[in-house]
């Protein structure tokens, strides 16, 4: 680490250390649900496109989306949450993640920014506990879930 410092000053580069334990993560919304994804597993977020009907499907899967020759299953959360209407929005996205090797998309009402979080702001001991959420996060007081992208991925292949 203190080589790639002096090899970044030596070249005139800024010099940004991160805080030790700094987590990014993908600020999401469905309805008035607020989530976090794991910047990690996010490959990109694509604005709403024609996505396929896939006939016989089960109810959770929008359908698939031809992303650059690579064929992706788009899923909806609002189910798993009992978030009832769908708003397709100028805002919303879908955001492609890589879950065992494979890409999903999971449909969002909203993706708007990305979290800087420390191992601070993370809750041991939240007040809720979700089935869909892997750990919880304090921003501001509020508690945010982030998505166990494993266990959305299992259910879904699982259907």
């Known amino acids: 680490m203190i080589k790639e410092i002096l090899l970044k000053k030596a070249k005139g580069l800024p010099v940004v ?6 987590r990014k993560f993908v600020d999401c919304k469905i309805g008035n649900l607020r989530f976090f994804i794991e910047m990690e597993s996010v490959r990109e977020l694509a604005p709403l496109v024609s996505i396929t009907n896939i006939p016989g499907a089960d109810y959770n899967i929008l359908g698939v989306l031809n992303l650059r020759g690579e064929i992706v299953v788009v ?9 009832s209407e769908v708003k397709k929005t100028i805002l919303s996205r879908i955001v492609i993640v890589n ?3 494979e890409l999903i998309g999971i449909f969002v009402d909203e993706a708007s920014n990305i979290v800087e979080v420390t191992k601070e702001q993370f809750i041991d ?3 809720r506990a979700e089935p869909f959420y892997l750990e919880y996060i304090d921003i501001e007081g509020e508690e945010i879930g982030v998505l166990d992208l494993k266990k959305i ?4 292949k699982i259907k």
């Open 153 to 156: 991925y299992l259910d879904y």
């Open 125 to 127: 001991s939240p007040k």
């Open 75 to 83: 899923i909806d959360l609002r189910e798993k949450f009992k978030i």
């Open 99 to 101: 879950v065992e090797g």
């Open 17 to 22: 250390e991160k805080p030790e334990g700094l």
